[in-house]
DNA sequence: GGTTCGAATTGAGCCACGTCAATGAAACTT
DNA sequence: AAGTTTCATTGACGTGGCTCAATTCGAACC
């Protein structure tokens, strides 16, 4: 079982809500296919700018912690959000990691039903739920968009529950590093994955322990199956003796 | 790791499709009120009697397999069905287990995106995906209520993960024990659970094995916090003990 | 250039849970 | 009612990944 305060990391409340107020637009956003607002028509654009802000959060800030009464959705603009439950003794679970464009803020019984931090610089697009109702109501095609997205979600999930439950720690590296890859690789040939998150971010997602996390990497590495140049990038010197190794087991 | 291979219980692709058409009312429907069709007003209800037809599926039979081309979507009417992933050596990990008026289909790139097999006798609502579609359009507060259900799949998909990834062997069975106890008791005072399914699926629902499974069971019936008149039956002498017990760990 | 401090790595030992194998208890067949 | 099959339980033993405890590495400081 692991533990994980990453104490200093964790802002005071007071620093929570710190917002600087930038003047972005929609209609030149450049996460905005990405995004939900992909399905506001231009017509509609005016009506999206007035009700978004954006806000900054610094590295290791708390956007939101899980039970937390939530007034606001959001997408993330810019730069790394990992989602996570805790068990009352500290053990954690990192739930999710969200990029550019993605959306954040699942609600049950309007509180959020997970907790959410910035890993390194992170820019939110925010607006208030009531806003995003009237959104709703009003563009049908966001709610059918936000439909599909959560659709994505949640196919997403059973994966990573298939991980969690029946994959060995060898398995469970190389699906995450696989995953990185195919989903946020921009340069076609690029056969290599960045990792902005801690060990300890990557071992609570997996189910293991930094340990392992850290074993696993090296035990890879001295295989010849990847490079380590440092902790966050993770170089594949041959793409296709990685897939066969991750099949294989 | 477990394979489970259940052979036998797998029927044959020719008895996949069997159907019994019988006539079943939408507006006397008593899963209704529990499905995504309570968003279908009463002047919209012929146009959903149109589209829907039922089947029965006996105990073991496959409904889908993942990657199947989904045409169909469902809605449970009676009986309980099992989701799974595989693993291409067989492992198997059960992503939930659904009871009547849940929704069953999900797909991503127009194949399901998790298996379904009955476990007992089970009775499906069906339509074919095209209608579903027309019926989103024609009916926007449906789309509402597909976002929300999924919406509380996703928040139970990552309680879900939390399980897999962080919790013991014994937590694992107090949270499904109780969680079944919380969603389907019907009657208020009733401390007991039924558990239709076997040994196997709850072993591949917690990320166990059968023994594991097995044997925690007969340790909290030792402790007394548990009775087991026979497998798939479970009975709490003192509910709170039993929630103490989970909370302490 | 040395100090500090957090993150990552490495080592040694252990234990919760898995594996393998036997037994028990129902339900089904004939 | 004896044989067969399936599922659940129990026992003996092994091990993958966890725990505990050092190092090591780097970046940010004087």
New interface residues.
């Given amino acids: 079982?692991?533990a994980n305060p990453e104490k200093d990391n964790r802002m005071s409340e007071s620093t929570k809500t710190t917002q600087k107020p930038r003047h972005h637009r929609c209609d030149t956003c450049d996460v905005r296919h990405k995004a939900m607002c992909a399905a506001v028509d231009y017509e509609h654009t005016d009506q999206l700018q007035a009700i978004v802000s954006h806000r900054d959060y610094a590295p290791g800030q708390v956007i939101f912690e899980e039970g937390d009464p939530a007034d606001y959705v959001f997408n993330v603009s810019n730069g790394e959000v990992r989602?996570y439950?805790l068990?009352?003794d500290g053990?954690?679970?990192v739930?999710g990691f969200l990029t550019s464009g993605d959306f954040l803020g699942?609600?049950?019984d309007s509180s959020y039903?997970?907790g959410a931090e910035a890993i390194g610089q992170v820019e939110l697009c925010c607006m208030q739920l009531g806003n995003l109702e009237r959104l709703?109501s009003d563009i049908?095609p966001v709610?059918?968009r936000?439909?599909d997205m959560?659709?994505?979600?949640?196919?997403a999930?059973?994966?990573?529950?298939?991980l969690?439950?029946?994959?060995?720690a060898r398995e469970k590296i190389f699906s995450f590093l696989l995953n990185r890859h195919n989903h946020l690789n921009r340069t076609d040939g690029d056969a290599s994955v960045d990792l902005p998150m801690s060990r300890t971010d990557i071992a609570?997602y997996?189910?293991l322990t930094i340990e392992t996390v850290s074993r696993t990497f090296t035990a890879l590495r001295d295989e010849g199956l990847i490079e380590l140049p440092n902790p966050h990038h993770v170089i594949f010197p041959d793409m296709d003796a990685v897939r066969d190794a991750a099949?294989a087991a």
Wanted: charged content about 30%; aromatic content about 2%.
């Fill in positions: 079982m692991s989602l439950k068990l009352p053990r954690r679970q739930t699942l609600v049950t039903a997970y709703l049908p709610r059918e936000l439909l959560s659709r994505d979600e949640l196919a999930a059973q994966e990573q529950m298939l969690l439950g029946r994959k060995t609570d997996l189910g099949e």
